[in-house]
């Protein structure tokens, strides 16, 4: 799912230190195994910085043109 390691050249890894909760790495190894515990966080962060620049285009429409109607938002959720 990595969009940022799309090149042909993979992209070199970085390290952070981050503090999580116990019960939360471990219930996360079980799943994964030790190995597999980097790609679950770089999933969500990757999923994350998805969400966060979409909040800031709606943000910015919002801003531009307004918030959506009730109209409006009554007619997407029953096309949707």
Do not use: N, Y
């Amino acid at each position: 799912m990595s969009t940022h390691g799309a090149s042909p050249t993979p992209e070199r890894a970085g390290k952070r230190s981050v503090s999580l909760p116990q019960s939360l790495m471990k219930e996360i190894e079980v799943r994964t195994g030790k190995s597999g515990f980097s790609a679950v966080v770089s999933e969500a962060l990757e999923q994350w910085l998805a969400m966060a620049k979409l909040r800031e285009v709606v943000e910015a429409d919002e801003r531009e043109v307004g918030p959506v109607g009730d109209e409006a938002m009554r007619r997407a959720e029953s096309e949707w």
